[in-house]
């Protein structure tokens, strides 16, 4: 079993940044992949990043180059670093981790991007 606690959201001026944070503990060695998703209101779920086991990381097209993704080497942390937002952001964020088969998340932290 893996608990993940996500902080760092808020309300943000367009053109701001934030800086989420997740914190797993359990069997966090056994954690493979960790990542965000988010979710608009009436919207549906999307990844926006993810760093695998072996470090690679992956964005949506719509964060690249404004979102970085990073994690501990002991893998009971990982980041988002949140630049240039736009109103489009505003989302709950959730934090992920994989093991084996098995997918666990955090109960998400609100971003607001006001215009």
């Known amino acids: 079993q ?3 606690v996500e ?3 808020g309300l943000v001026q367009a ?3 934030l800086r989420l944070s997740c914190a ?3 069997s966090i060695f056994r954690i493979n992949n960790m990542g965000w998703y ?3 209101p009436g919207k549906q779920r999307e990844l926006v990043a993810i ?3 072996s470090s690679s990381t992956n964005y949506a097209d719509s964060v690249k180059g404004r979102f970085t993704i990073s994690r501990t080497n002991a893998k009971d942390m990982v980041y988002l ?3 240039s937002l736009e109103p489009e952001d505003t989302a709950v964020y959730y934090c992920y981790a994989t093991v084996l088969m098995s997918t666990y998340w955090g ?3 609100l971003v607001t991007v006001s215009s």
């Open 107 to 109: 109960k998400g932290t």
């Open 51 to 53: 760093v695998t086991g």
């Open 38 to 40: 988010r979710q608009a």
């Open 81 to 83: 670093q949140m630049n």
């Open 7 to 9: 902080s760092g959201g």
């Open 15 to 17: 053109g701001g940044s």
């Open 2 to 4: 893996v608990q993940l």
């Open 24 to 26: 797993a503990s359990g």
